[in-house]
T-cell receptor
Framework: GAGVSQSPRYKVAKRGQDVALRCDPI?????LFWYQQALGQGPEFLTY????????KSGLPSDRFFAERPEGSVSTLKIQRTQQEDSAVYLC???????????FGPGTRLTVT | QKEVEQNSGPLSVPEGAIASLNCTYS??????FFWYRQYSGKSPELIMF????GDKEDGRFTAQLNKASQYVSLLIRDSQPSDSATYLC?????????FGTGTSLTVIP
């Protein structure tokens, strides 16, 4: 079946702009995770949803970052007033169960100029 | 101390050899362990997961877990040039997955 999809694949934003990144998880997957991956680093946890509930947002780096999953399926990661240090690949992953293996989407590469 | 530590490499092995990738983790309460492969410019792809002490084999891949030593490894037998990638170790602790920085593997034809 279809895997995790993310859009856009690439986004260039001017410093100070707001951006919204979308994730469509694998159908039926209850758990959804967002990660930030800088060049040469492993993915860093941002936030976790189980269905529509955001159970952990401890990894969000500042209050400019906001994530939602209102109907327990598609999720959006929003970054307000983007800064250059926000430039990274943002990965979404879904899992069929809490604590189960995760499957990643292709990522969104965000470049803030 | 980082939650998950990996040697960044690069690790180079000749084609057909065994590649051994290692990972240590800091939290004794960690309950599940995963290996992902990431090609340059691509997203991580799940290779294997292991929950219990011992070995788990899947084709050319073997994951080994030693909870007493807080150590996870991945062995790749009969390494192929297509195995050249960065290998990420991930550990589930509570609700959070912690990833290492990855080990870069190059298989030389």
């Amino acid at each position: 079946g279809a895997g995790v999809s993310q859009s856009p694949r690439y986004k260039v934003a001017k410093r100070g702009q707001d951006v919204a990144l979308r994730c469509d998880p694998i159908s039926g997957h209850v758990s959804l995770f967002w990660y930030q991956q800088a060049l040469g680093q492993g993915p860093e946890f941002l936030t976790y949803f189980q269905n529509e509930a955001q159970l952990d947002k401890s990894g969000l780096p500042s209050d400019r970052f906001f994530a939602e999953r209102p109907e327990g399926s598609v999720s959006t990661l929003k970054i307000q007033r983007t800064q250059q240090e926000d430039s990274a690949v943002y990965l979404c992953a879904s899992s069929g169960s809490s604590g189960g293996e995760q499957y990643f989407g292709p990522g969104t590469r965000l470049t803030v100029t | 101390q980082k939650e998950v530590e990996q040697n960044s490499g690069p690790l180079s092995v000749p084609e057909g050899a065994i590649a051994s990738l290692n990972c240590t983790y800091s939290d004794r309460g960690s309950q599940s362990f995963f290996w992902y492969r990431q090609y340059s410019g691509k997203s991580p792809e799940l290779i294997m997961f292991i929950y219990s002490n011992g070995d788990k084999e899947d084709g050319r891949f073997t994951a080994q877990l030693n909870k007493a030593s807080q150590y996870v490894s991945l062995l790749i037998r009969d390494s192929q040039p297509s195995d050249s990638a960065t290998y990420l170790c991930a550990v589930l602790t509570g609700n959070q997955f912690y990833f290492g920085t990855g080990t870069s593997l190059t298989v030389i034809p």
